[in-house]
């Protein structure tokens, strides 16, 4: 799907989005414990596919925070709720963001939507500062693929990765690589519905064992997103 046709999806989409969901919000607090786990202070930010603004008016909270967006109706819409932000109408792989010109580049749930995303990647190295962080988060293709195809997501794009290939991935040009993931208990073939069987959740929560359960699958690589952080060199 060319440029322009995506454009016209994500108009529609953005034009008739909700409040954030509970998947969403779980996503925030990864990228915001991660923004906090490094320790930068009044970091200037972009969010690299902002949509509908509501992460870059948080991220805005720690820091000046530019979000780029392709729907023009997504950035018109950002612009107007929360104006103390910037936001950019810009196709991101073509985008001519400033470079070495932000200490954090955020991306929830954009890679996995462009064909090369070894581009996506280079544009988010290109406008960070030397030494500066990236955090994302993307599904997780383990457990996208165990879920039912009605319960997946449908968009022109979905180029989805595992942890081990996004690790790969950021190796390219990045260094301290650290996936994991995250949000357990999804995916309803093999080893997944296991771990999802609300039988089992059930005994574990009255033995007090739920929570591990959950830490183990996450360790396992079964979440249904994964968190990436990396930072590019001096």
Same mark, same amino acid.
């Given at each position: ?49 902002? #949509? ?44 001519? #963001? ?23 990647? &280079? ?8 030494? #500066? ?29 595992? &942890? ?22 999804? #995916? &309803? ?7 999802? &069987? ?37």
């Amino acid at each position: 799907m060319d440029i322009q046709a995506q454009r016209v999806y994500y108009n529609k989409v953005w034009g008739n989005v909700g409040f954030a969901n509970n998947l969403k919000l779980a996503r925030c607090i990864a990228i915001l414990d991660s923004l906090y786990s490094y320790d930068v202070r009044e970091p200037k930010i972009c969010d690299l596919g902002s #949509g509908t603004g509501w992460l870059t008016n948080i991220l805005n909270t720690f820091g000046p925070t530019t979000g780029v967006e392709l729907s023009d109706v997504a950035v018109e819409q950002a612009s107007q709720r929360y104006p103390s932000c910037e936001f950019i109408c810009a196709d991101i792989s073509t985008w001519q #963001g400033r470079n070495n010109s932000f200490d954090v580049v955020v991306s929830q749930e954009v890679i996995e939507h462009f064909e090369h995303p070894e581009r996506y990647l &280079s544009v988010a190295h290109r406008v960070l500062r030397p030494g #500066g962080y990236l955090i994302l988060t993307t599904p997780n293709a383990t457990t996208a693929l165990a879920r039912r195809a009605e319960e997946r997501s449908n968009q022109p794009i979905e180029n989805w990765v595992t &942890s081990r290939q996004l690790q790969h991935l950021l190796e390219r040009d990045f260094i301290s690589v650290h996936t994991e993931t995250f949000i357990p208990n999804y #995916g &309803s073939s093999g080893v997944h519905k296991v771990f999802a &069987s609300n039988k089992i959740l059930r005994l574990l929560g009255a033995l007090g064992l739920k929570r591990h359960w959950e830490r183990l699958a996450c360790t396992a690589g079964l979440g249904l997103h994964i968190l990436a952080r990396a930072r590019k060199g001096a």
